[in-house]
């Protein structure tokens, strides 16, 4: 089983940064993929960025040039930098983990964009 916690979310202002940190815990797995999903109120969640187990990453064309998604894969920890944040980015962030035949969440975390 894996076990993710996510940290770093809050109220920041336009333009603002935010570094999201979350820890898998594993029991017994190897995690290959990790990333990050959003969702806003009233709207489907939807993908950020993702990170493949080789350091390819994927992002969102919403956030590209704003986002960076990295990787600890000693510590199972995958980080998301926020940058030129702005409302629309407002949404809670989730992470995730993928393990042989598997996706796991974490609780999310709140990110709230307003001057």
């Known amino acids: 089983q894996v076990r993710l916690v996510e940290s770093g979310g809050g109220l920041v202002q336009p333009g603002g940064s935010l570094r999201l940190s979350c820890a898998a815990s594993a029991s017994d797995v190897s995690i290959s993929a990790m990333g990050w999903n959003r969702q806003a109120p009233g709207k489907e969640r939807e993908l950020v960025a993702h990170i493949f187990s080789g350091g390819r990453t994927l992002y969102a064309d919403s956030v590209k040039g704003r986002f960076t998604i990295s990787r600890d894969s000693a510590k199972n920890t995958v980080y998301l930098q926020v940058d030129s944040l702005k409302p629309e980015d407002t949404a809670v962030y989730y992470c995730?983990?993928?393990?042989?035949?598997?996706?796991?969440w974490g609780q999310g975390t709140q990110v709230t964009v307003s001057s």
């Open positions: 995730y983990a993928d393990w042989p035949g598997a996706r796991s």
